[in-house]
């Protein structure tokens, strides 16, 4: 198959300048390089295209080299305006697909900029296949869907994120533990999942309050629904507890999104005097700040009751008002309680952990040093068995153990 020829600069530059649906994206680089490129080669300009291509080629080559998928990750990421029409629209007008399937063409044009690298004596980024040419991977109208579902930007390339109190931040570069490295939580996760399911189908779901003693699973539960349903659109946005306040501008941003949004609050409490809680009771209980139906709420707490109170108190209007967590969380959520473990959970998950991991020791070897390794870590609970199996995983004695879990 003969190698498509590069199309003549002004001839595209004209058409690029014609598109309706993609033209924001002629603005984000190395894009705004490539016209740049264009535009001095239609003018002859020979020693500005030369800059022009200097200015193209090393972000393309930092990133990779792959031109053409670096296109395509710009159609499938970056705003435009037919990423934001077909948020409104799952099925296309006619005229809109047409004109979407006109301005691919011209994408396909693009990603043939590595054949003008040759005409001015450059080196293109990688080498060129002969046989090669350069095609849009997916048709209109399964892009078209792709904006539909998943949008454009930060919330279509990452799947968590944390919330600083005015922007969202991704999370990138993590692996997320599945829920086959989590023993016990069987019916949780269950239950986990029915809600989810429900999340994302936009039917009535339930914000989550996960308690119990400290590492027995809770945290890992709530972050183990990315491996599991973030390619389904699920996105995971952790809120700390110092930016609890600005929680309605938070639901404002995601309103809007195609995602579905798991709103994840680690080791939630109040003090008595902190009228933060209001808020929160304010969302659940569907006030002037209400949650969008793209969104639930999922905390951890270590305690059941998240607002203490004295013995000495006497019941009151605004006694009554504090308390009323518990009771309005029965209707508004589930709360499942997160026992402590005992020795007979924490040897079955140690020893789950172990045949994940590969381990070859005799089950009496493995019993004998987990009994050990909790005595002299943090008792009976997931975590110091997570910990055991590390430690038996990188090989090392029992002796060094204490000083790792002590730490």
């Known amino acids: ?36 490129l264009l535009d001095a080669l239609a003018r002859g300009d020979r020693q500005t295209a030369r800059r022009a291509w200097g200015g193209w080629f090393r972000p393309v080559q930092q ?21 934001q029409v077909a948020l409104a629209a799952p099925v296309p007008p006619e005229d809109l697909l047409h004109q ?25 980024p990688q080498p060129l296949d002969p046989a090669a040419d350069p095609a849009v991977p997916m048709a209109a109208a399964e892009l078209w ?10 919330l279509s390339r990452h799947q968590a994120f944390v919330w600083d109190g005015s922007a969202l931040r991704p999370v990138a570069g993590q692996r997320w533990r599945s829920i086959d490295s989590l023993q016990g939580l069987e019916e949780q996760w269950r239950r986990l999942c029915t809600n989810v399911e429900a999340l994302l189908a936009r039917r009535p779901a339930l914000d989550v309050l996960l308690h ?3 590492g027995t699973g809770k945290s890992s539960l709530i972050k183990a629904l990315l491996p599991a349903y973030g390619r389904r659109g699920l996105r995971l946005v952790q809120l700390p507890m110092p930016a609890l306040e600005t929680l309605p501008e938070l639901l404002t941003h995601l309103s809007t999104a195609p995602q579905s949004f798991v709103l994840f609050i680690d080791d939630l409490g109040f003090e008595a005097d902190d009228t933060r809680f209001k808020l929160i009771k304010a969302v659940l209980e569907g006030g002037l700040v209400q949650r969008p139906d793209n969104i639930v709420l999922a905390a951890t707490s270590n305690r059941r009751h998240l607002v203490p109170r004295s013995s000495r108190e006497r019941p009151g209007p605004e006694l009554d008002d504090l308390t009323a967590w518990d009771g309005e969380q029965e209707k508004l959520s589930f709360a499942d309680r997160f026992a402590p473990y005992g020795q007979a959970e924490y040897l079955t998950v140690v020893s789950h952990l172990a045949h994940q991991a590969g381990l070859a020791m005799e089950t009496p070897e ?6 050990q390794w909790a005595l002299h870590g943090n008792g009976f609970s997931g975590r110091t068995a997570r910990h055991c199996v590390d430690h038996l995983t990188a090989g090392a004695p029992l002796q060094s153990g204490r000083a790792a879990t002590g730490s």
Do not use: I, N, T, Y
Not at 8 to 34: I, K, S, T, W
Not at 73 to 82: D, H, K, N, R, T
Not at 100 to 124: F, I, N, S, T, V
């Open 1 to 36: 198959m003969a190698q498509a020829a590069a199309p003549d600069p002004g001839a595209l530059l004209d058409a690029l300048d014609g598109l309706l649906l993609l033209g924001e994206l002629l603005d984000q680089p190395p894009l705004a390089q490539a016209v740049r």
């Open 145 to 154: 869907r792709h904006w539909h579902e998943q949008g454009a930007g930060p």
């Open 366 to 371: 493995l019993r004998r040093f987990a009994l």
């Open 212 to 214: 119990g003693a400290r």
């Open 63 to 83: 990133a990779g080299g792959d031109w053409p998928a670096q296109l395509w990750a710009l159609l499938e990421c970056q705003p435009s305006s037919g990423s």
């Open 100 to 124: 979407l399937d006109e301005e691919l063409l011209l994408w396909r044009q693009l990603a043939l900029l590595p054949q003008w690298g040759e005409k001015l004596h450059c080196r293109p």
